[in-house]
């Protein structure tokens, strides 16, 4: 299995700023993904963070607003660019063991942005 | 692409009874098929899953069932207790290659004491 941290798990910001999410597994892990997660809602795939290469998006997301950046096998982070209070949601990173013995992929808790 | 559609939207049992969600999916070179339980301010948290050689897959309470003809799974819960009172997610990937899983929309269980 993997443990899954993030940072940071809530914050408030205001318009126009940028927050960076760091998420953290506790194991070297072949493939990390960013979900946006609405209230009440299902988990929206933002982008597949590639260790020693480009981020991969999904339809509707763009690097210069979510950039992400995958240094090494443990570690992503996401910023939310110049921020409008369209993007309060959780955050969420994910991590898959592929190549590990078993298909699976896990979840950290989240982090949950309000933008005023 | 792939599409997961999942039902109920919402459920609500009396502790004890039993529990069913469904879901169906569109790609049939699908082959991996995990179920995620979501508590409030938590993380999806993985509970069960299984793989397109299997029919049926049991974890003490919970169990999963896939029908590949039908394009259909569903989780099962049995002896329902408040703590599963939570938003289970279901969800379908090629489980290799891009490895991109896509979830329905979630089902709202709630157990009643």
């Known amino acids: 299995s993997a443990v899954i941290s993030q940072k940071p798990s809530r914050d408030i910001c205001q318009r126009g700023t940028s927050l960076t999410i760091q998420c953290q597994v506790d194991?070297?892990?072949?493939?990390m993904f960013w979900y946006r997660q609405q209230p009440g809602q299902s988990l929206t795939l933002i982008a597949t963070?590639?260790?020693?290469?480009?981020?991969?998006?999904e339809s509707g997301f763009v690097i210069d607003k979510f950039p992400i950046s995958r240094p090494n096998l443990t570690f992503s982070t996401l910023t939310v660019s110049n921020m409008s209070p369209e993007d309060s949601s959780i955050y969420l990173c994910?991590?898959?063991?592929?190549?590990?013995?078993?298909?699976?992929?896990?979840f950290g808790p989240g982090t949950r942005l309000l933008v005023l | 692409g792939e599409n997961v559609e999942q039902h109920p939207s919402t459920l609500s049992v009396q502790e004890g009874d039993s529990a069913v969600i469904k879901c169906t999916y569109s790609?049939?070179?699908?082959?991996?098929f995990p179920w995620y339980k979501q508590e409030l301010g938590k993380g999806p948290q993985l509970i069960i899953d299984?793989?397109?050689?299997?029919g049926e897959k049991k974890d003490q309470r919970i169990a999963v069932t896939l029908n590949k003809t039908a394009k259909h799974f569903s989780l099962h819960i049995t002896e329902t207790q408040p703590e599963d009172s939570a938003v289970y997610f279901c969800?379908?990937?090629?489980?290799?290659?891009?490895?991109?899983?896509?979830f329905g929309a979630g089902t709202r269980l709630f157990v009643k004491a």
């Open positions: 994910s991590a898959d063991t592929r190549g590990q013995g078993a298909e699976t992929q896990y």
């Open positions: 194991s070297q892990v072949t493939m």
């Open positions: 963070a590639n260790q020693g290469s480009e981020a991969t998006y």
């Open positions: 790609d049939s070179a699908s082959n991996y």
């Open positions: 299984i793989r397109s050689n299997v």
């Open positions: 969800a379908a990937s090629l489980g290799t290659g891009g490895f991109k899983t896509i």
